[in-house]
């Protein structure tokens, strides 16, 4: 079945047991993000430590890509640099637009890779990205926190 | 094993009128196409309509003394007298060709923007919508709302999925000027008892305005028994093109009321310090209209009202009703929307147990059935019932209880294959 | 006997793809079709897109995730990333599918009407149009300076045709909120030099809309070359269907200001008492947008820029040259607009000694010939020359010398009939 | 040719001939019409008296339609009564919206007869009835004004 290609077991594995999923203490910055088209929603969290990302979690309802998606780059980007993390994100937002062509380098994006099938179908492509857009967006105002306190 | 119903249509003969419906995805899977709510499909009628009039009588009309004007002309009139007919308008100057629904919708929010007294919204006076619009009767009255100092007024929905009017004295008062309500819900299929909001707003001298997008296409519409003042509907969802809808008006508020857009075919007289505008239809049709859609629209009159709308909507409410005997045999199936099958449309909206309707849209889609997923622009309809979203099957004239049998497969697969 | 000028398309292979180009009139009449300023015919190639997007993958757009949904929406925005590039604008996202021009230009209008600082209009701003206009680019500005108190003013017409802009300074000043202009002339054929007022307006902190309907179907159109913030085209006019046309504006614009229709697909999300709405182009695409028509659109796009726009340029000025010297030759006629073949579109209005338009047209007509007869949407252009109407002969890409024959031999014989 | 069903001989005559053309004295009332879509125009004056049309004259531009129409008008109404004459365009009028169905009472409509043809141009009509709206719409006033003076 074509299917496969998009919900591959990985992905149904992360979206029946999330992981970094409840919202945790401490944290830096808490966003809210909402996929207007389908009402998919995530709360997420970040605690950064200088260079690192020391912890995110979050608490979110939408389809299996959104919630799998998230699972899957919680584990990619908590302990990692933040430029890491940072750089892993633009990776998977380039596999997202690749439309099936991507050949994702798994050294960056471990079980993400799985999520090449998804960028096939146009409108599933801002389920995947939902989380890791909040944990840019959640990044980026964590640093300019910090930056203003210097 | 073959369901008979009774009133159904000899949907064999319907559904070769549908090229589309021959059509196989996924290599191997014949299309199950209950999206209707979203979008009808075209019949060879309508499309061959439209082909010809490219192929033969194409030019601009009105003015033109040449054949194809003259052609072209007839036809995009011709139109029109069919649609006033459809709907039984008293006249055919009462129908104005717009693009879809929602022009026709903000028309009539613009009409009463600029509208003098007694017409005249601002601060002091009030709208009323209800709770189950769809956003394309929500916006162009909060943009209204916005721009004039209007008051935005609502009437919520009960746990049944009906309009919960039994505040209707405190909602619609004397300041209210327009209402503005649906007739037939897209996303939980209520039919709405229209004629105490009409009786009400008459009474303290409001307009009513009825969005009947989801009712044009499915069931016999008569604007004089309606008693609304405005009535909107669309092309595209009554076997018709995109790109034309239709707003009905009563006549001498289309000649008392400003127009909306300017240039081209709405003007009397032009000078560079002033205009004046043509009389109604044509006050409220700027521009080269949709032609070719309006022939296409006729065509898909013609079609319709051939089978005869009372039978469509018979053929309907057999589906419906079979539809949702099924469905609620489905375990962790709940109906968003009334659950029985008295005064409703054939749209189905439910969720399914904690599956995401994405998720269930798409697999049956890989099954190839077409169902919507997502809060089908009426977000307020999902707030109010607590679900991000549903899954929806929306049914018209060519649908079968096999395909409502495919369905009830294909979430059982569904189940398994998130299971 | 064949005219052969320089620079003429290959018409007899391209005129096999224009179906319409086949019929008789009044019994054995070939078609002369001179009516191309008023619509285009339209290619097989067009109608075949539309017919097998009916036929394999109508749905309704975005939101969608079975095949049809994802197909139309792939196609529908597919046709937006062509439009993008035959303009060469910066950004897909530029391009906003209307139902006309005259929706586009009303669209800014509008726009404009609600704005806040630094675009808010009303009393004290004033917004420049000139004296050749089509109604539909001088009727919304009429309605926005009633509506808010702005001032219009204008540019008046030099005898030969041409704009007056003498008095550029005067016009257009630190009160000028807006400049809005027509590229190509509809009825006096004139191509205007835009540069000037393109940077005149900037100087002064005003935006410039140019009515390019008689430009994206006749020559090159480059939005990035020409400066203005606002571009205005029509489908039916470029071999595309009626029902949609383009409004392109700078994304930064598009991002501040405010909307002008409400409903679905132009928000990001909507509860009761408020919305938020989606980015441009959504933003302004209320409703359900005209999906077959922007595949349409797209399939005119594919066709044109295949011959391309640059040859088809030089056909028409060879064809329009051709035609000015023939018809200099006619005794009587007098043509209103350019005389000579500079800065000239192929439209080419005359007056034909004391004999009324509307009887030049019918007499052509029964000859097969299909000319516009009237004041074109630009009657302040015939107040202007002092006439009461024109007949107006215009070409395109299919036109042939012969069809320029055809109309000289019936002008004649108009002459016998009247004489 | 086809076209001479519209442009009959007797039309094409009174275009070339028009009858009662140039405005006269004394009149009641002048009216002036307009022709939105083509710019026809035409400016008229009525003197009635008691029963009778007493005068009709017109000055005016426009096609071969609107000017014959309207010069064969004048011959219809001047010296008959006025209710006559408001009949004879009230049977001008039907004759002009049978789409070429209509089969004219001669003994009525006279010379108007002729206009038969043009009732198949829908874009025409109009033009023939120019002169005829401004007739009816002079008259109107004119009885108006006597009324009010009674
Ligand atoms: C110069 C010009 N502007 C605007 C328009 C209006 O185009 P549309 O009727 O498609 O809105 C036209 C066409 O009639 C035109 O020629
Ligand atoms: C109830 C209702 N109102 C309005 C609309 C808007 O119609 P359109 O998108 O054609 O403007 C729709 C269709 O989506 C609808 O179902």
Same mark, same amino acid.
Request: hydrophobic share 40%; glycine share 8%; proline share 5%.
């Given at each position: 079945?074509?299917?496969?290609?998009m919900?591959?077991e990985?992905i149904l594995?992360?979206?029946?047991?999330p992981h970094n999923?409840?919202?945790?203490?401490p +944290?830096d910055?808490e966003?809210?993000h909402v996929?207007?088209t389908?009402?998919?929603?995530?709360?997420?969290r970040?605690?950064?430590d200088?260079?690192k990302?020391?912890?995110?979690?979050?608490?979110?309802?939408g389809?299996s890509?959104?919630?799998?998606?998230?699972?899957?780059?919680?584990?990619?980007v908590?302990?990692?640099t933040?430029?890491d993390?940072?750089?892993?994100?633009?990776? +998977?937002?380039?596999?997202?637009?690749?439309?099936?062509?991507?050949?994702?380098? #798994?050294?960056?994006l471990?079980?993400a890779v799985?999520f090449?099938?998804?960028?096939?179908?146009?409108a599933?492509?801002k389920c995947?990205l939902?989380?890791w857009?909040? +944990?840019k967006d959640?990044?980026a105002?964590?640093l300019?926190?910090t930056?203003?306190?210097? | 094993?073959?369901v008979?119903l009774?009133?159904?249509?000899?949907?064999?003969a319907i559904?070769k009128?549908f090229p589309?419906?021959?059509r196989?995805?996924?290599?191997?899977r014949p299309l199950?196409?209950?999206d209707?709510?979203?979008?009808?499909q075209?019949?060879r009628?309508?499309i061959?309509?439209m082909?010809?009039y490219?192929?033969n009588s194409?030019a @601009?009309?009105h003015r033109?003394?040449?054949v194809?004007?003259?052609e072209?002309?007839a036809l995009?009139e011709?139109?029109?007298?069919?649609?006033?007919?459809?709907?039984?308008?008293?006249s055919?100057?009462?129908?104005i060709?717009t693009?879809?629904s %929602?022009?026709?919708?903000n028309l009539?929010a613009?009409?009463?923007?600029?509208a003098?007294?007694?017409f005249?919204?601002? =601060?002091g006076a009030?709208?009323?919508?209800?709770?189950?619009? $769809?956003?394309?009767?929500?916006?162009?009255w909060?943009?209204?709302?916005q721009r004039?100092?209007?008051?935005?007024?609502? +009437?919520?929905l009960?746990?049944e999925?009906?309009l919960?009017?039994s @505040?209707?004295?405190?909602?619609?008062?004397?300041?209210t000027k327009v209402?503005?309500?649906v007739?037939?819900?897209?996303?939980?299929?209520?039919?709405?008892?229209?004629?105490? !909001?009409?009786?009400?707003?008459?009474?303290v001298?409001?307009?009513?305005v009825?969005d009947? %997008?989801?009712?044009a296409?499915?069931?016999v519409?008569?604007v004089?028994?309606?008693?609304?003042?405005f009535?909107?509907f669309?092309?595209?969802?009554?076997c018709?093109p995109?790109?034309i809808g239709?707003?009905?008006?009563r006549?001498?508020l289309l000649e008392?009321?400003p127009?909306f857009?300017g240039?081209?075919?709405?003007? &009397? *007289?032009?000078?560079?310090?002033? %205009?004046?505008?043509a009389p109604?239809p044509?006050?409220?049709?700027a521009? *080269?209209?949709?032609?070719t859609?309006a022939v296409?629209?006729?065509?898909?009159i013609?079609y319709?009202?051939?089978i005869?709308?009372?039978?469509?909507a018979?053929?309907e $409410?057999? !589906?419906t009703?079979?539809?949702i005997?099924?469905?609620?045999g489905? #375990?962790?199936?709940?109906?968003i /929307?009334?659950?029985d099958?008295?005064?409703?449309?054939?749209?189905?909206?439910f969720t399914f147990?904690?599956?995401h309707p $994405?998720?269930v849209g798409?697999?049956l889609? #890989?099954? /190839?059935?077409? =169902?919507?997923v997502?809060?089908?622009?009426?977000?307020?309809?999902c707030?109010?019932y607590g679900?991000p979203?549903?899954t929806?099957?929306s049914?018209?004239?060519?649908s079968?209880?096999s395909?409502?049998?495919a369905?009830?497969a294909g979430? &059982?697969?569904?189940?398994?294959f998130f299971g």
């Amino acid at each position: 079945m074509k299917l496969d290609g998009m919900y591959q077991e990985i992905i149904l594995d992360h979206y029946r047991h999330p992981h970094n999923k409840g919202l945790r203490d401490p +944290f830096d910055t808490e966003v809210h993000h909402v996929n207007p088209t389908c009402g998919d929603e995530v709360t997420l969290r970040v605690k950064l430590d200088g260079e690192k990302v020391l912890d995110v979690s979050y608490e979110g309802q939408g389809c299996s890509i959104s919630q799998a998606s998230t699972s899957v780059m919680t584990d990619l980007v908590i302990g990692h640099t933040i430029e890491d993390a940072l750089n892993a994100g633009d990776e +998977f937002l380039a596999l997202m637009q690749s439309k099936g062509q991507g050949e994702p380098d #798994e050294d960056v994006l471990e079980d993400a890779v799985a999520f090449v099938g998804v960028s096939k179908y146009p409108a599933r492509v801002k389920c995947a990205l939902l989380g890791w857009m909040a +944990f840019k967006d959640a990044t980026a105002q964590a640093l300019q926190t910090t930056e203003g306190q210097k | 094993m073959t369901v008979h119903l009774p009133g159904l249509l000899d949907t064999d003969a319907i559904r070769k009128d549908f090229p589309i419906l021959e059509r196989l995805l996924h290599g191997d899977r014949p299309l199950v196409y209950l999206d209707n709510a979203a979008t009808s499909q075209t019949p060879r009628q309508v499309i061959d309509a439209m082909t010809h009039y490219y192929a033969n009588s194409n030019a @601009n009309v009105h003015r033109g003394v040449h054949v194809l004007a003259e052609e072209a002309t007839a036809l995009y009139e011709g139109a029109r007298d069919k649609v006033a007919q459809f709907i039984n308008a008293p006249s055919r100057d009462e129908v104005i060709f717009t693009k879809n629904s %929602s022009e026709a919708i903000n028309l009539v929010a613009n009409m009463l923007t600029w509208a003098d007294e007694p017409f005249k919204v601002g =601060v002091g006076a009030d709208v009323v919508i209800t709770e189950m619009e $769809h956003h394309s009767n929500i916006v162009p009255w909060q943009l209204l709302a916005q721009r004039t100092g209007t008051k935005l007024k609502w +009437f919520g929905l009960t746990d049944e999925g009906r309009l919960d009017l039994s @505040n209707i004295e405190q909602v619609i008062t004397e300041e209210t000027k327009v209402v503005s309500v649906v007739h037939t819900s897209n996303i939980l299929g209520t039919v709405n008892d229209l004629e105490p !909001i009409v009786r009400r707003a008459h009474d303290v001298g409001a307009l009513v305005v009825v969005d009947a %997008s989801q009712a044009a296409p499915h069931t016999v519409l008569d604007v004089q028994a309606l008693g609304a003042d405005f009535v909107a509907f669309t092309g595209h969802k009554m076997c018709g093109p995109t790109g034309i809808g239709v707003l009905w008006g009563r006549l001498g508020l289309l000649e008392e009321l400003p127009p909306f857009l300017g240039g081209g075919e709405m003007i &009397e *007289t032009v000078t560079m310090s002033a %205009s004046t505008y043509a009389p109604a239809p044509h006050k409220f049709e700027a521009g *080269t209209p949709p032609i070719t859609e309006a022939v296409g629209l006729g065509a898909a009159i013609d079609y319709l009202s051939a089978i005869g709308m009372d039978r469509i909507a018979a053929h309907e $409410h057999a !589906i419906t009703g079979y539809a949702i005997d099924a469905l609620n045999g489905v #375990e962790g199936l709940k109906i968003i /929307g009334p659950a029985d099958n008295v005064a409703r449309g054939a749209a189905i909206s439910f969720t399914f147990g904690d599956i995401h309707p $994405h998720d269930v849209g798409q697999v049956l889609d #890989e099954q /190839g059935i077409a =169902v919507r997923v997502g809060h089908h622009c009426a977000r307020p309809v999902c707030l109010r019932y607590g679900v991000p979203a549903t899954t929806r099957a929306s049914f018209y004239l060519y649908s079968t209880p096999s395909e409502v049998d495919a369905l009830v497969a294909g979430l &059982e697969h569904v189940r398994q294959f998130f299971g």
